[in-house]
């Protein structure tokens, strides 16, 4: 037996409670894993709150994260023993995710954990930092250096801001950060972004084309605010798109695409290919610094996570949550 959340569903909603369940529940795969820390993202927390129907079936254990050992493998892949990281492919959606003690998956979906990491530094990147990495991977396939302007983070002091403005300075760009919280401006600072703005600035509907500000941007907010960000990116700037906590509309125009040629890039994490995925990981072994990355980080008990849910939809969750599964 081990413990995991477990997502129930009836008229009256969605029920998330911690549960004893059996290893032979486990669902079908090659590869069962020995879960040291998950995390909390924003689809966990639509998860787990029942939000958005981001759960396809029920019941579900969330959770689309995490970090362990190989305990039982029948993949030629894997072997007992090896230190492993799972991010995406539907895990805590259409299959038996990571706030759990123990998971069974599948062996093609999981990357090795890069020797400088650890299993808890690896749930505290999350796919919320590795989002972020493959968003700044994009930005330099596109040519994009400090040479050329500041860039742009949109929701800073979520898990995807924190982590792209440390990895953003560290490549020696400028950053602007954007945020509704302004009182966590010295916590983005001291992650390295350059200057703050409000997101008032940036949230409202605006005009097709703005004044040149940005020469890249990272964006996790979607709607107005990045149709706004769009308006305002230089000639040949690079936006990419990751997130929709403001929306999935996109009310914008074609004018910064065929008068300034803006290029805007989609960024999905659940079902990039595996080469990106161990090149996004190597990435963020060698360039996120560890001390930001504890500074950004809170560590929680598996039972905490679902009042997390909650807090992160609401915007209230600063940087990384490590839920401690064994806790």
């Known amino acids: 037996m081990f413990r995991a959340i477990l997502l129930s569903k009836s008229d009256a909603g969605v029920d998330a409670r911690v549960n004893e369940i059996s290893e032979a529940d486990l669902p079908p795969g090659d590869v069962t894993v020995r879960v040291d820390y998950s995390t909390i993202n924003y689809k966990d927390g639509l998860a787990i709150t029942g939000k958005a129907p981001v759960v396809r079936k029920y019941p579900m254990v969330p959770g689309i994260d995490c970090a362990g050992i190989v305990e039982q493998s029948d993949s030629p892949l894997w072997q007992v023993g090896d230190k492993v990281v799972l991010n995406g492919w539907g895990v805590g959606e259409a299959h038996w995710g990571g706030l759990a003690q123990k998971t069974r998956l599948k062996g093609e979906w999981l990357v090795p954990l890069p020797p400088a990491l650890s299993s808890r530094q690896a749930a505290a990147i999350g796919t919320a930092g590795y989002t972020a990495m493959l968003c700044v991977l994009a ?88 149709a706004n960000v769009c308006a305002q990116t230089k000639y040949r700037g690079v936006v990419t798109a990751c997130g929709l906590a403001q929306g999935m509309d996109f009310p914008s125009s074609v004018a910064p695409f065929i008068l300034r040629s803006v290029s805007l890039i989609g960024i999905d994490s659940v079902m990039a290919p595996k080469a990106e995925r161990v090149q996004a990981w190597s990435r963020l072994a060698s360039d996120l610094d560890a001390n930001k990355l504890d500074a950004m980080t809170t560590e929680i008990p598996l039972a905490q996570a679902i009042a997390q849910a909650a807090e992160i939809l609401a915007g209230k969750v600063r940087g990384r949550i490590v839920v401690n599964v064994n806790a």
Do not use: C, M
Request: hydrophobic share 40%.
């Open 139 to 226: 930005l330099e396939k596109q040519g994009v250096t400090p040479s050329h302007g500041e860039i742009l983070v949109t929701g800073a002091a979520g898990g995807v801001g924190s982590v792209a403005i440390v990895l953003l300075a560290k490549r020696g760009f400028k950053v602007i950060a954007s945020t509704g919280r302004l009182q966590e401006s010295d916590y983005l600072k001291s992650l390295g972004a350059s200057s703050i703005i409000d997101r008032n600035e940036l949230s409202a509907p605006g005009k097709p084309l703005g004044k040149e500000r940005w020469a890249g941007a990272v964006d996790t907010v979607g709607s107005h605010t990045l």
